[in-house]
């Protein structure tokens, strides 16, 4: 009688083939169909639901935490209210966001419904949010005079409507009131009063007059509001062709912005790395510009603060806005669902959006509303500030203009390179990328 | 026919042996061709392109026209720089102490094996957690190092944040993570010495410095080339340590401390064709760096050599 016992190279064999097979089988190509741009309305995944099954929305939250952390309630409002629905979240900080969303744009999934900011229209407008013209035209709750005019004209893109706003954020001048008081002074109106103010407070390395960003975005911002100052709104020409920062108003925000650390010296230089919230909460700076957002850890701080709208030549602040976006490939039925959780969410959270996370609410009533009024006078300076708020420049080429802009202005406050030889170079480079399309 | 039988039958016991390791080895190779081989050349293909995700609609191909912007761009000289830099910090002072390190570890009867514990440990750790932690130590105001500074007198520091010590402080944190592994690597190598050869170099009146320039470090040699290559490859490939220490605020978009100081060549790629989505540039600058870490692997390969005909 044979010996049957399985040899070692037998085994091998066996195991190798097994091996091979169960790598075949998982890069086998998927039996589900995943809906795919210009199927939407025909795939499973977007057939009207029967009265026993349940609808999964998917919801990119972008913001995230703390604010991210109460959108997030407000959606568990909206789910309790319909058990039909499976609304998966996923909350998230923006640059994560959107490195998904350029993913998800290549390869045509995505979410039903995601919160963004206007100038990513631009990019992304027709690639993955879609047009709601149609949604709005035809829905009894949602109309334009019930908004803010600032933030609902900038859910719009070459005529069509993409999104519903839910606020406007911005930068405007906190301050400290006690720190004030004790001083004997009033808050600042202009910037000649700030610069004397601020001045008064600074006893350097621990007490600061105001803080100044130096780098990535918030030099960008603050260089884009203080330019507003300066009688220019916005960084391109109306149609978004060329640059026209540099000029008298340009050079003379950057230089303002200089001038608080190195000639004024009322704000610590990028070398300290002074924390600014810190110092802030803690009492070691007298005024902070910041924005909206900053509300939740003054409040945590429990700091006696304020804010005060203060200009120079003219009024201007540099903001943006969160709104709610549909993309394109959430299918009829997904869509008009997201709508209304959407809808639901500003029509009935935009005050508490107000109260808690500190942005101002798009919608008016909610700018009325008597537990609004009572954060006055602490948002105050925000909701005046709010008609003169200037967006980032809303051309597809955004990213690429804010990377030279933030790398350019960063240059001057490191003593690289000088005001008018940045705004210089960073205008042809603006230029250039504005004539080359994507 | 017979001949061809007897040579079939002959062939057929290896060639039995070659199938089966072929179909072992099968599953590895296939996700080694679908998921390194073929994004390699694919890489070298939208190199030539404007490959744009968003736009995939007006994909054509351009020819050099990604490469030729290398030259131009004042970011890829600044990248190539910090890149090298950080690339010859790490490996003279990296090297030398791994190499003091191990002969500490192989002379050392007492405690060696806690001491290559310690020393293994930030090599295993991951290196978002590194960064982290290491950007809370060089934190200007209320980091670590800036208590430590105040507490003695000097003036604290954002060394993250200053020019002059953002890469330096970067190096250390390579170092730190890379000390350990390059030690162990070189104290195996020691430990194949023959111990023989000292006592003789000792007998024949050779001291320390001689034992460790005749004896050592010629015998080291493949090692030392090994160790060397890895660091170097590593080096210049660092993104992710760089990024958690110095980049990621409030928006930007290339990082790399305010001023680009600590940007790098990978971060650079990473920026262009995962964030401003010029995914043909971006593949461009890594065929680039490939290219360099090509070269430096065979000049190293020239200079030090392998020494194993030694």
Redesign the interface.
Known sequence: MKNKRLSRRDFLFVAGTAALGTAIAACAPKTTATPAAGQAENTPANAPTKANEIMEINFWNGVGPPEGTLLEEFVYDYQTKHPELKINQWTTDWDPFYTKIRTVAAEGVGPDLCVTHPNYLATYADIVFKPIDDLVSVDKDIKPELFNQVPWDACFRNGKQYAIPMDAHLLCLYYNIDLLQKAGVNPPQSDNDLVEVAKSFTKSPDQWGINTWFSGNGIYWTWLAYMSHYGQKGMLNSDNTKAVFNNDAGASALQRIYDNIYTDKFSPGPDLGVDFATAFSQQKMAFCYDGTWMKFTWDAAKLNYSSVMFTKQQPGTWGNSHIFVFPRLGGAPKTQVAWDMAKYIVLNHSVDWGLKAGHVPALKSADQDPAYLATMPQMQGFVDMLPYLVYLPRVPQQEAIGAEMQGSLSSVLRKEVSVKDALKKSEAKVNQLLATPL | MSIFRSRFRLRSESG??A?????????YL??FL?WEIAPFFFGLWISFTNY?????NTLKFVGLENYAKVFTDE?VGTAFLNTVYYAGGLVVIGFILALILAMTMNSTRFGSKFLKWVCFIPYIMTISATGIIWKRIY?????IL?QIFKAVGL????F????GTAMPAVIVVGIWIGIGYWALILMAGLQNIPKELYEAAMIDGAGKWGQLRFITLPLLRPIIFFVLTIAIIGSFQVFGLVTTLTG???????GG????HTLTIVMLIY?QA????DMGYGAALSWILFAIIMVVTLLQMKFIGFGWEE
Do not use: C, D, W
């Open positions: 039995r042996e199938l089966t390791a072929l179909l072992f080895m099968l599953p296939i996700i679908v744009n995700l968003l736009h995939l970011l934190a200007g105001q209320y980091g800036a003036p604290s520091l954002a993250l944040n200053n020019s990621g605020g409030m928006g930007e978009v290339y401390n305010p001023g680009y920026a995962f964030k401003l989505l």
